[in-house]
């Protein structure tokens, strides 16, 4: 009971003594120095972002194969929708991909589209870069 009554007393003691000073956030003056490499960074954060190089992104797969075959599919999907269509090589295969989505909900509307030309289509899971 005595430690509970020390304690507040020194607690008090203690508010008493913070209420006494005259202590305001407003008196003082902060100056923020910025690198100016910052707004070169954000620029090309900026710019990584729209060619989509950075972040998980969902893309539909519409074909895994040779060359030529990648290329005809290409044509295909290019003459019959609108989202972007790009040939990815890993060896010693081309794929064909379509889109850039942000989610998964995005990709699979577009899938819905797509799938009624291209059956074979499906969304692979995305890389993390």
């Known amino acids: 009971m005595r430690i509970l009554n020390l304690k507040n007393l020194i607690f008090s003691g203690f508010l008493t003594a913070i209420s006494f000073t005259n202590i305001s956030a407003q008196d003082a003056w902060i100056n923020i120095s910025q690198d100016q490499k910052i707004p070169k960074l954000l620029e090309l954060k900026i710019e990584m972002s729209e060619a989509n190089k950075i972040g998980d992104r969902y893309?539909?797969?519409?074909?895994?194969?040779d060359n030529n075959e990648a290329s005809e599919v290409f044509k295909d999907y290019e003459s019959k929708h609108s989202y972007p269509a790009m040939i990815d090589y890993e060896t010693?295969?081309?794929?064909?991909y379509v889109g850039n989505f942000r989610n998964r909900l995005e990709a699979d509307r577009a899938l819905l589209e797509i799938k009624e030309n291209f059956p074979g289509a499906f969304i692979p899971k995305p890389k993390r870069r």
Do not use: E
């Open 59 to 65: 893309k539909i797969q519409l074909f895994y194969g």
């Open 92 to 96: 010693p295969n081309y794929k064909v």
